[in-house]
């Protein structure tokens, strides 16, 4: 009887560990890393293929955006719909272009971007920008 009991404990353990592990290796999938951007640091919330689209969302966090990078053809342009989903106020600037937009924690707000004609433009949060709140528009 003890002996029983003893086994069914040890495939209780058993289980959650493997549970453990497969919950940490779908979170690195989803992102959670960092990659480096134009000599930046940029927390890794995934990649995106808009090529073609007339508007994409973009969610806002504490403190990435997902996705990070928005993969598109030359010169595309793009409405992004920003969505705070953090807990505090965030941006979104490309400087090139003009734009700086604040979007309070919990509502959205609108920018239209323009790809360059070739290889990667930077876009961050003005705020959170050396926590690695940063993104790029890039061109294959
Ligand atoms: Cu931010």
Redesign the pocket.
Known sequence: MRTRVLSSLAVVLVLALVTTACSKKNGNESGGGTTTIAGQKANDHGTKDVSGEASAELE?D??YFNPTILKGTAGEKLTLELSNE?S????FSITDQGISQDVESGTKAEVTVTFPQSGTLVFF?K??QTLG?VGALEVA
Not at 88 to 91: D, E, M, S, Y
């Open positions: 806002q504490n403190y953090g505090a106020l965030h941006n949060c705020y959170h709140m």
